[in-house]
Structures are given as structure tokens and as C-alpha cells.
């Protein structure tokens, strides 16, 4: 993953490092919840289940806490 993410760099003059990091996020929170963490406070207006839906996490996946 590494060294593609460098060849898409030197391509596109570094502006793949912004998608990326969209990315990443996105496999840390999967990674984080699929470890057992729990969402406490969302700071959005909506729920949560919907930004579950967003992130590809099933609803059921989570234990309600």
C-alpha cells in the first residue's frame, strides 16, 4: 500500500495525500469499532446509525452501549 501510495504521489504532485488521509480514517474508525471501542458522542446531526450506514458498518455489528 505504501509504495503505491508514493508512485500516485509523484503522479498527481502530491495532491493523493489529501484523499488518502479520507481513506485511512475511514479503515482506523472500522478497525477501532471491529476492536470493540464504542462511539460515546457524535458532534453531527445525525445519528448514529446513519453515519454507521455511511462508513459501511452495519448497525447490528455495533454493541449498543
Keep these: 500500500m505504501?509504495?503505491?501510495?508514493i508512485i500516485i504521489q509523484i503522479i498527481t504532485w502530491s495532491l493523493s495525500t489529501i484523499?488518502?488521509?479520507?481513506?485511512?480514517n475511514k479503515m482506523y474508525v472500522k478497525?477501532?469499532?471491529g476492536e470493540g471501542f464504542k462511539v460515546k458522542e457524535i458532534s453531527s446531526t445525525k445519528d448514529?446509525?446513519?453515519?454507521?450506514?455511511?462508513i459501511g458498518i452495519e448497525p447490528e455489528e455495533v454493541v449498543a452501549g
Design 19 to 24: 484523499v488518502f488521509a479520507f481513506i485511512y
Design 2 to 5: 505504501g509504495i503505491l501510495q
Design 31 to 33: 478497525y477501532l469499532v
Design 48 to 54: 448514529k446509525e446513519a453515519i454507521y450506514l455511511e
